[in-house]
């Protein structure tokens, strides 16, 4: 059974800095690229970024480039999601995706960024 | 950025008849590979989205007949028959022709 698990969300204050894992089993994390999707509350999809197998490439939404690094290991078959000066625009459900098309996905981690 | 305009916002429907849902791309998604990257999820209430349709018309695994996928180029519908109580959720398009990804804003489909 194909299963991804985020973690580490949690409510933190504006400008500081957070990092998401994705612990993915059940098919070969190494052979696919992983990309991170975010929900604002009652909000649509917004696509944050994805890197490919051997994270080599990794490709981000303009607006959240510079604050945002998407990285992977392999050997732990975990995805990360590396988020600095944090506001309150960055609250949201954070779910990480995989597989062509972005067939799976986890259950999201909620993010709160609030003083 | 590929600007993805759905519509209508919401739709409300009876079981057992049919919702189409259309979206519309500001850019033509067919990839000189010959391939249109054109993706349809639903997100049902509290849940992760799950894929239902990709390249247009492509069921993905597990996912019931009743839906279905057409258009070309700019245009495309999702179209639902039968519809069940379990459909309820919002329906949103994606264009993976090039990054950045860009999701439709959704569709809510209610039960009447």
């Known amino acids: 059974e194909v299963k991804l698990v985020e973690s580490g969300g949690g409510l933190v204050q504006p400008g500081r800095s957070l990092k998401l894992s994705c612990a993915a089993s059940?098919?070969?994390?190494?052979?696919?690229?992983m990309g991170w999707v975010r929900q604002a509350p009652g909000k649509g999809l917004e696509w944050i970024g994805e890197i490919n197998k051997d994270s080599s490439t990794i490709n981000y939404t303009p607006s959240l480039k510079d604050k945002f690094t998407i990285s992977r290991d392999n050997a732990q078959n975990t995805l990360y999601l590396q988020m600095s000066k944090l506001g309150s625009e960055d609250t949201a459900i954070y779910y990480c995706?995989?597989?062509?098309?972005?067939?799976?996905w986890g259950q999201g981690v909620m993010v709160t960024v609030s003083s | 950025d590929i600007m993805m305009t759905q519509s209508p916002l919401s739709v409300a429907v009876t079981p057992g008849e049919s919702a189409s849902i259309s979206c519309r791309s500001s850019k033509s998604l067919l990839h000189s590979n010959g391939i249109t990257y054109l993706s349809w999820y639903l997100q049902r209430p509290e849940k992760s989205p799950q894929l239902l349709i990709y390249q247009i018309s492509n069921l993905a695994s597990g996912v019931s007949d009743r839906f279905s996928g057409s258009g070309s180029g700019t245009d495309f519908t999702l179209k639902i028959s039968k519809v069940e109580t379990e459909d309820v959720g919002i329906y949103y398009c994606?264009?993976?022709?090039?990054?950045?990804?860009?999701f439709g804003s959704g569709t809510k489909l209610e039960i009447k």
């Open positions: 994606v264009q993976f022709l090039e990054v950045p990804l860009t």
């Open positions: 995706a995989s597989a062509i098309y972005y067939s799976y």
């Open positions: 059940g098919f070969n994390f190494n052979d696919y690229w």
